[in-house]
């Protein structure tokens, strides 16, 4: 009698069979759900992308400096009317600075002029030679470069006029802004 108890069940058989496939449904925790887990695909591609551009990516590196138009008389020596622009640049960037390196010159408060650098001075002045040469009033060593400013450019209407310029002297990655102290060289 015992052995016939124990083959009887207490439980319906279907409740059983219920409770076996709730047990084996395969349920997902919400992290894994499948829109999460398409979500951290794009935003793994995103920032592998965004790693390979910081890597990968160059930006150019400016020094900019201050002049002013040459009087033609001393432009003469190039036989015609074109002028001709003095910047004097931190005597830092003698360094990178050479002859046929891009350069954005602003006239006055015109608009920026895309030229090159037509010739460096070999030396550094100091700011006396700068004043005896150029008359130009500096408080530190500077190295001095020409820039033809192009035919449509007079000296006889631009002479004295202030010039600004920026100069690029090179690039370097991306990547190197991100890990560039904070404390001042």
Do not use: C
Not at 147 to 176: C, E, T
């Amino acid at each position: 009698m015992a052995s016939s108890a124990s083959k009887r069940l207490i439980f319906r058989s279907k409740a059983l069979e219920k409770y076996v496939q709730s047990r084996e449904k395969s349920v997902l925790p919400r992290l894994v759900a499948p829109p999460v887990f398409a979500l951290s695909w794009v935003v793994l591609v995103v920032l592998t992308a965004a790693g390979l551009v910081a890597w990968l990516g160059q930006v150019p590196l400016y020094t900019t400096g201050t002049g002013l138009v040459l009087d033609q008389s001393a432009t003469a020596s190039l036989g015609n009317d074109e002028a001709v622009a003095v910047i004097l640049l931190p005597a830092t960037s003698s360094v990178h600075l050479r002859t046929g390196l891009p350069v954005q010159v602003q006239v006055g408060s015109g608009s920026p002029l895309p030229r090159t650098i037509d010739s460096v001075e070999p030396t550094i002045l100091s700011p006396s030679a700068v004043l005896n040469s150029y008359k130009l009033v500096v408080f530190e060593p500077s190295l001095v470069a020409l820039v033809r400013l192009g035919p449509g450019m007079s000296s006889q209407l631009y002479a004295g006029s202030i010039v600004h310029a920026q100069i690029q002297v090179g690039s370097q990655r991306l990547l190197s802004l991100f890990f560039r102290s904070s404390t001042p060289s």
